[in-house]
């Protein structure tokens, strides 16, 4: 405690002992920030360190670093911040220097550097690493969202992945007992710090995975609590992602395969600024513990709530209608037609009687023209009948014969008159008539007539047929014409 001599002594008495008051606590501050200005003779002061838990909203609070265990908070405000148009980015990891006044802030107690003027002097180691990790796995398609796995709607049972001593424990627990009474959590332990941490982890989701149908889990949530980069990089190894990555394409591919439905994980890690590879390559990511639980775990009143709200609208809906109806059903009681329904329905019983008359007068006409259609068509009909054709042609065909039949019985009685004429000429002339005069008819051995003795030669025979009879000869000598003349 700091004390100060009495300024309200009287010069001019006589000296005593005075006693000591004790400095308010602004006048401690006061005299605190007043000696604070005065480093470095006023002037600004330059700080290198490595950033911390940045927490980048419209004014900028930060941490710096160095390998010791030594750190200073940082407040950047953003009318300072808009004059130093050239300002770094304070990013987890990244090395920067910060230029401006130590401060004491009274309200909260601690001393912070109020930046004016914020350059990039490099990045951390860790922060290098976990860029060059990040850049790999994004090529090789570990933080493709096409391949995330939805999240459950509404899910019976959780796996929670993390430290059974930590605190992101207890807090999926009480929010997913307050978000759904009696809504079970299962744990798998692991150490969630330090490298020996990694390699667990890693056996744990590809468990966890495998053996999610068997437990009945429909999610898995990877977790822990806050802390700074060193104690969360045990989620940042790539043994870890190559877990979260693997272990989702084998579910898959089992599922595939007819096995279970593959089960989604999702990675909570530290606080809201903080991002982990494993959170990048999770099927989602939630930025508490807490945050994991709300996303996963049903409100239980919300969803009362909600299904109280329609129920009450679906009976407002319902009682809405049937006071319509009714309304309805009242006037319509009214009406003049509904109480004497007969004068509704006998217009329309004189036009059916009407329409029914005239309909009964066109079928009798349409029929009797039909009949008489009928009666003449039969008359035609009948005239061009086979029948009466065929009889007609009959008759005909008769007629034909019998005149055919006269005409060749004339005809053959004048043949045969003809015939016997030229028989009686034939005969007339015959060589049978000749043969009875006298002369005979000599033929060669073919049956031909000789004519000259040319035709002949000795020693053939020949036939001589005579009026009755004939006989064969044989040729001793053939006479020349001069000597043919009857003998002596």
């Known amino acids: 405690m700091l004390f100060l001599q009495s300024a309200g002594d009287d010069v001019d008495a006589p000296a005593e002992p005075s006693t000591p008051r004790p400095y308010s606590v602004r006048e401690a501050v006061t005299l605190l920030n007043r000696s604070l200005k005065e480093i470095d003779g006023g002037r600004e002061i330059s700080i290198l360190g490595e950033v911390g838990s940045p927490r980048l909203a419209d004014h900028w609070y930060f ?7 030594a750190q200073i908070s940082c407040s950047f405000f953003a009318q300072r911040r808009r004059l130093d148009r050239d300002c770094a980015t304070p990013e987890l990891g990244r090395m920067v ?8 802030w009274d309200r909260g107690g601690r001393l ?60 999926v627990e009480a929010t997913a007992r307050q978000r759904w009474p009696g809504f079970e959590v299962l744990m798998h332990h692991v150490p969630v710090q330090g490298a020996p941490a990694t390699p667990r982890i890693a056996r744990a989701i590809h468990a966890a995975r495998d053996r999610a149908a ?45 096995g279970p439905s593959p089960v989604p994980l999702i990675a909570a890690i ?50 809405a209608r049937l006071e319509r109806a009714d309304a309805r059903l009242a006037s319509s009681a009214r009406h003049e037609l509904l109480r004497r329904p007969e004068r509704l329905v006998d217009p329309h019983r004189r036009r059916i009687t009407t329409l029914a008359a005239r309909l009964e007068a066109a079928v009798a006409g349409r029929l009797a023209a039909a009949a008489t259609r009928t009666t003449r068509s039969e008359a035609r009909l009948g005239s061009v009948s086979p029948r009466s054709r065929t009889e007609v042609a009959a008759g005909r065909i008769d007629s034909a014969d019998r005149r ?30 000749v043969l009875d005069r006298g002369y005979s008819l000599t033929l060669d051995a073919t049956g031909r007539p000789l004519r000259d003795s040319a035709d002949v030669q000795a020693g053939a025979v ?17 006479l020349e014409e001069r000597e043919s003349g009857p003998g002596p």
């Open 63 to 69: 941490t710096l670093k160095d390998g010791t265990d």
């Open 97 to 104: 220097v910060a230029t401006g006044r130590l401060e004491y």
């Open 112 to 171: 912070s550097l109020i930046v004016s003027r914020l350059r990039a002097e490099g990045e951390g180691d860790l922060h290098q690493r976990f860029e060059r990790l990040k850049a790999t796995l994004a090529e090789a398609g570990y933080f493709d969202p096409a391949a995330r796995l939805p999240m459950p709607e509404f899910p019976r049972r959780l796996l929670m992945i993390t430290s059974r001593d930590g605190a992101a424990r207890r807090d």
């Open 214 to 258: 068997a437990l009945g889990v429909d999610a898995i949530v990877l977790t822990r609590g806050g802390g700074s980069i060193e104690d969360l990089w045990c989620f940042n190894e790539r043994e870890v992602a190559d877990a979260i990555h693997d272990s989702r394409r084998r579910a898959i591919e089992r599922h595939r395969d007819g």
């Open 270 to 319: 530290g606080h809201e600024t903080d991002t982990s590879i494993a959170e990048l390559a999770a099927d989602a990511r939630a930025s508490t513990p807490t945050q994991a639980a709300m996303q996963l775990v049903p409100d239980a009143r919300e969803h009362r709530g909600v299904l109280d709200a329609r129920l009450e609208r679906l009976r407002m809906l319902v009682a």
């Open 404 to 433: 055919l039949r006269l005409a060749m019985s004339t005809a053959l009685q004048r043949r045969r008159v003809l015939i016997e004429h030229a028989g009686r000429r034939l005969r007339a002339v015959g060589p049978e008539q």
């Open 462 to 478: 020949v036939t001589t047929r005579l009026a009755r009879g004939g006989f064969e000869a044989t040729v001793d000598r053939r």
